[in-house]
């Protein structure tokens, strides 16, 4: 069986060359933390995830700090209930990259996302953007979903790929399945 191009693509981003990516993380740890790009740099990426190369589809790239979420400790006289630090986030990096990308283009709708890189500050994504009062995505039957009013602000409700693995909806076949609703919705029920 022959191979096509996306398959060799798919197998250079497995082991991307050292050399290159260091020279494009220092270009992109100088720009801004949101920025639009003219192509995807992972064209297969994009392709599976939803992307075509027509009006009202573009892509971001967004910028997040790595580390850990600790909210920083209080330094003034406060109660003792404040004081707590390993508070964690329940969002994974990628769901935030995308909230920015969102927030900076707030007539356009998160499709989807993918991990182009990281160095020892930043992890960098590639976010899918549509806008949905595009002609163009209105008459697309794979994205005209996207302009109807209940997909409005998917991924600040929870609705994207990232952020439902985030909320622990990614079914897999060696995980017990959530329940829902959780043990604690139930307490909170009453039951």
Same mark, same amino acid.
């Given at each position: 069986m022959v191979?096509?191009?996306?398959?060799?693509?798919?197998?250079?981003?497995?082991?991307?060359?050292?050399?290159?990516?260091?020279? *494009?993380?220092?270009e992109w740890r100088a720009g801004e933390?949101?920025? &639009?790009?003219?192509?995807?740099?992972?064209?297969? @990426?994009? /392709?599976?995830?939803?992307y075509k190369a027509k009006?009202?589809?573009?892509?971001? *790239?967004?910028?997040?700090?790595?580390?850990?979420?600790?909210?920083? &400790?209080?330094?003034?006289a406060r109660i003792g209930? @404040?004081? /707590?630090t390993r508070l964690n986030l329940k969002m994974n990096y990628q769901q935030i990259a995308?909230?920015?990308?969102?927030?900076?283009?707030p007539n356009c709708e998160v499709l989807n996302s993918y991990w182009v890189g990281k160095d020892g500050m930043h992890y960098f994504y590639e976010?899918?953007?549509?806008d949905r009062t595009a002609?163009?995505?209105?008459?697309?039957?794979?994205?005209s979903f996207v302009s109807k009013p209940a997909n409005n602000a998917r991924i600040f409700r929870g609705l994207t790929s990232a952020a439902t693995k985030a909320r622990g909806l990614h079914n897999s076949p060696f995980k017990v399945p959530k329940v829902r609703p959780s043990l604690r919705a139930n307490n909170r029920q009453g039951n």
């Open positions: 191979n096509g191009l996306a398959y060799y693509l798919r197998q250079a981003w497995k082991k991307p060359d050292k050399e290159t990516l260091r020279k *494009r993380m220092i933390a949101v920025v &639009r790009v003219e192509n995807p740099l992972r064209v297969d @990426r994009a /392709h599976s995830l939803g009006k009202g589809v573009f892509v971001v *790239r967004s910028r997040v700090i790595r580390g850990g979420h600790r909210r920083p &400790r209080p330094n003034k209930r @404040r004081m /707590h995308e909230q920015r990308a969102a927030a900076k283009y976010v899918i953007m549509v002609p163009e995505i209105k008459s697309d039957r794979q994205l």
